[in-house]
Nanobody, 120 residues
Framework: QVQLVESGGGSVQAGGSLRLSCAVS???????VGWFRQAPGKEREGVAC???????GYIDPVKGRFTISQDKSKNTLYLQMNSLKPEDTAMYYC???????????????WGQGTQVTVSS
């Protein structure tokens, strides 16, 4: 079993920045890890992932604004979010042990989520 705990969410104005963190209970080498989000009334969508070889993937709306990274020495995953927009408002989740980058159904372990609210 793997435990994931997100932190760093909050309320910001449009154009602001937030950095999400996800502390993981064990090493995630060799697996997909990612960030997902879910807005009220919408399906959960993949935002960004790190693939087993270290390359990354992003959905188009966040490209150039969000950056996913990990510190393997701390078993921690990050999502740096810049130039935030109201449409980025959602609950953000980190996930681990996936088999496909932005496919929520492929991930085995999930955190409890952290809320991000962006006001205009």
């Amino acid at each position: 079993q793997v435990q994931l705990v997100e932190s760093g969410g909050g309320s910001v104005q449009a154009g602001g920045s937030l950095r999400l963190s996800c502390a993981v209970s064990r090493s995630l080498s060799g697996t997909y890890v990612g960030w997902f989000r879910q807005a009220p009334g919408k399906e959960r969508e993949g935002v960004a992932c790190i693939k087993p070889r270290g390359n990354t993937g992003y959905i188009d709306p966040v490209k150039g604004r969000f950056t996913i990274s990990q510190d393997k020495s701390k078993n921690t995953l990050y999502l740096q979010m810049n130039s935030l927009k109201p449409e980025d408002t959602a609950m953000y989740y980190c996930a681990a042990s996936g088999t496909a980058c932005l496919s929520a159904s492929s991930y085995m372990f999930w955190g409890q989520g952290t809320q991000v609210t962006v006001s205009s």
